[in-house]
């Protein structure tokens, strides 16, 4: 069911069974797909720099580099140029993205602009105070959301290391100490040495793009232990403490993150856990949902995701309570997880999930920039290609007793609860 891809450096593509054809060149992974028909080609960046690695603990460094990039080859290709594209940075985990689309007949255009992010000219002071300007604002804002301190909170409990957790990165002292050399340098260091890879989504047969893209990569000067270096997993070890944290704040609601620990992305029962999901609290069709407006406005918000990486995930709610009934909603919360394996196997209960899962999918199998970023973050997170005609014959797949099996095996497990509690 899955395709796998070497990470090995080859100058030969491989083929998946499925959508997306992957070679390496000079060191950088080039994944393309083909998509005839469509008006608008996707090029995506992947740069394996984030709020985990930032050199020297460096805080805010990979974000500061996102900003000042972008603001570099704008500069470069000139506003003319730079007003066809749509350009779309952000960082998370262990690397930045870089989003960037034209219309076809500016392809030429999309092959200016990874020229210039990879062979770059020194930004000045005023460049370099501008972006700075605007990160030390971001931060600041980020940093003063009470929920995102929440987030932030639980995340680093989860995952075990604040730094996989925070995409700015920092407080905003540490951003505003960061010097232009620091950014120059880092620049630097990504491109002749960093996990780098470049995805395609478009018509791209007839515009000349494919073969652009790869004379760029060709004349770029890599190191030669770069390849090696790419193949090197940066995971941190996955170490659940499960408990209560709660997080003082002044906001007049209770927001809560609850998370039950839960399997590798690899593994296939990760669908029936998607399904699961999507029956404990995805929408207010939701069982959860149901449950929890039992009693009038005892619930603002809920839903329930998946966060499913290499090594480890977690099924995780979020929602928005009152703070005299938070313990009443946790409550709810652990009685429907213990109903949960009686729940998912019934046949109706089971159908509206699958169908729910079958229409999401197919919806994102036509949007170009999930299929762009779903490439990127297969090669730069996961050892294995994950196809969408794959996802739907597992969601085809999913029974009675997958559902029930993956139940038991996520919410027995104990849980990681962050929450806000009032000030004083």
């Not at 900003?67 to 952000?90: D, T, W, Y």
């Not at 062979?119 to 300007?133: C, F, K």
Request: charged share 25%.
């Amino acid at each position: 069911m899955q395709n796998v891809l070497s990470l090995d450096a080859k100058r030969h593509p491989v083929v998946p069974q499925g959508r997306g054809v992957r070679s390496v060149v000079n060191g950088v992974s080039l994944i393309w797909e083909a998509a005839p028909g469509l008006h608008a080609i996707s090029m995506g960046v992947g740069i394996g720099r984030g709020a985990y690695d930032d050199p020297h603990g460096e805080a805010g460094l990979a974000h500061f580099c996102e900003h000042a990039r972008v603001a570099q080859v704008n500069r470069m290709i000139g506003p003319a140029k730079a007003r066809v594209l749509s350009v779309e940075a952000f960082t998370e985990r262990n690397e930045t993205y870089f989003v960037v689309c034209a219309l076809k007949q500016d392809a030429a255009v999309l092959g200016e602009w990874l020229d210039a992010f990879l062979n770059p000219r020194p930004l000045d002071d005023a460049a370099i105070e501008q972006e700075r300007a605007v990160l030390v604002e971001e931060v600041a804002t980020l940093e003063s959301s009470e929920i995102s301190r929440i987030d932030d909170e639980f995340l680093k409990a989860a995952y075990g290391d604040e730094r996989m957790w925070r995409p700015i990165g920092g407080r905003v002292a540490d951003v505003a100490a960061l010097a232009g050399a620091n950014v120059h340098r880092a620049i630097a260091d990504d491109n002749r040495r960093g996990k780098i890879a470049v995805a395609l989504v478009g018509d791209l047969q007839p515009t000349g793009l494919l073969a652009s893209v790869e004379r760029t990569l060709g004349v770029l000067p890599r190191a030669r232990e770069t390849a090696a270096a790419a193949a090197a997993d940066p995971m941190p070890t996955h170490g659940l403490a499960a408990g209560r944290a709660p997080i003082p704040t002044s906001l007049g609601v209770g927001y809560f993150m609850l998370g039950y620990p839960a399997f590798p992305r690899f593994d296939e029962r990760r669908v029936s856990l998607y399904a699961m999901s999507l029956i404990f609290g995805e929408d207010e069709h939701s069982v959860l949902y149901k449950a929890l407006r039992v009693d009038k406005a005892l619930l603002y918000a809920v839903n329930s995701e998946c966060h499913l990486f290499k090594d480890h995930g977690h099924l995780i709610i979020r929602g928005m309570v009152a703070y005299d009934k938070l313990e009443r909603v946790m409550d709810h919360v652990f009685e429907l997880a213990a109903a949960m394996p009686a729940i998912v196997q019934d046949r109706v209960v089971q159908d509206e999930a699958r169908q729910a899962l079958m229409r999401t999918l197919l919806m994102r199998l036509d949007d170009p920039r999930n299929r762009l970023m779903r490439l990127l973050k297969h090669e730069m997170w996961f050892d294995a290609y994950f196809d969408y005609e794959d996802d739907l014959d597992f969601i085809r797949g999913v029974t009675p007793q997958s559902l029930h099996e993956v139940t038991e095996a996520v919410l027995r497990s104990p849980p990681l609860i962050c929450h806000g509690v009032a000030n004083g």
